[in-house]
């Protein structure tokens, strides 16, 4: 399995979340990522505590969002999916994207629910969004709240089965 750097900027080219996984493999989905327990992840040039357990990372072929799947009976979340830019491979070993804030997750028990609305706000000025991201993470936001909602795939049953090659 070839290592995959996954990395979040803050606009317009500040390094936020970075992580260092495994690539998997495609679906229709998209592009699978395995990020096992102990995994590098650094915030900013700052490396910080390794992951905790195994998760999934989903970059969509298209769409203003990434899957973090834990799994149905983890801890806080059992998925948390960023709203950034489309990911972006930049060759053939990193894709990269903006993260816009907005962030939908999922608790075991089912509760949906988006986090940071308040950055998000605060961003738009001090990273100068433009319109059009604005507007993007808004939708797909809610997009995502829906998909949830309705158990859509990839983020479930899909999701698990890659977890379970991890």
């Known amino acids: ?7 979040f900027l803050k606009n317009p080219n500040h390094l936020h979340w970075g992580f ?3 690539y998997m493999g495609e679906d229709d989905y998209g592009r699978w ?3 096992p327990a102990g995994s590098r992840r650094w915030k900013g040039h700052d490396e910080v505590r390794p992951t905790p357990s195994d998760a999934v990372f989903c970059a969509p072929h298209d769409g203003w969002w990434h899957l973090h799947y834990n799994g149905a009976n983890s801890g806080n979340y ?3 999916v960023d709203i950034n830019t489309p990911p972006r491979w930049v060759g053939e070993n990193r894709y990269e994207m903006i993260d816009l804030d907005l962030d939908v997750a999922m608790t075991p028990g089912g509760v949906v629910h988006v986090e940071d609305e308040d950055e998000f706000e605060v961003h738009q000025v001090e990273y100068g969004y433009t319109a059009e991201m604005i ?3 808004r939708t797909a936001a809610a997009l995502i709240v829906e998909a949830l909602t309705r158990g859509d795939e990839p983020f479930f049953d899909v999701a698990e089965a890659w977890l379970r090659k991890v």
Request: glycine share 10%.
């Open 33 to 35: 990522i395995s990020v």
């Open 20 to 22: 260092e996984g495994g």
């Open 78 to 80: 059992s998925l948390f």
């Open 135 to 137: 507007q993007n993470a």
């Open 1 to 7: 399995m070839r290592l995959v750097t996954v990395q």
